[in-house]
């Protein structure tokens, strides 16, 4: 499975962004983490295939995360910005292949957030 991601970009504090990810095949989870300078990715937001979603702390009331299932889309709305929300993303997906849940990730978009 491939994963494309897209939609990053510079944006004013206080502003909105939107995230989107295809994954080339069926997947069970999308998700999206971010990675800031000098610090460990972390967690944002997760979709399961049957619409469950999951925040981090740090985002919880500002992003909103969809799918379509029928395309293996995942979006992050992300709106309320700040700048300590300036990170790499990266989509992630999980797929089961018989037995096994194997882990997908995909290439990072930067996301700024600045005056």
């Known amino acids: 499975v491939q994963l494309q991601a897209s939609g990053g970009g510079l944006v004013q504090p206080g502003g909105s962004l939107r995230l989107s990810c295809v994954a080339s095949?069926?997947?069970?989870?999308m998700a999206w983490y971010r990675e800031a300078p000098g610090k460990q990715r972390e967690f944002v937001a997760l979709i399961s295939e049957g619409g469950t979603t999951n925040y981090g702390d740090s985002v919880k009331g500002r992003f909103t995360i969809s799918g379509d299932r029928a395309t293996s889309t995942a979006h992050l709305q992300m709106n309320s910005l700040k700048p300590e929300d300036t990170a790499v993303y990266y989509c992630?997906?999980?797929?089961?292949?018989?037995?096994?849940?194997?882990?997908?990730w995909g290439q990072g978009t930067q996301v700024t957030v600045s005056s």
């Open positions: 992630h997906a999980k797929r089961m292949i018989g037995p096994r849940l194997l882990d997908y």
């Open positions: 095949g069926s997947v069970v989870v």
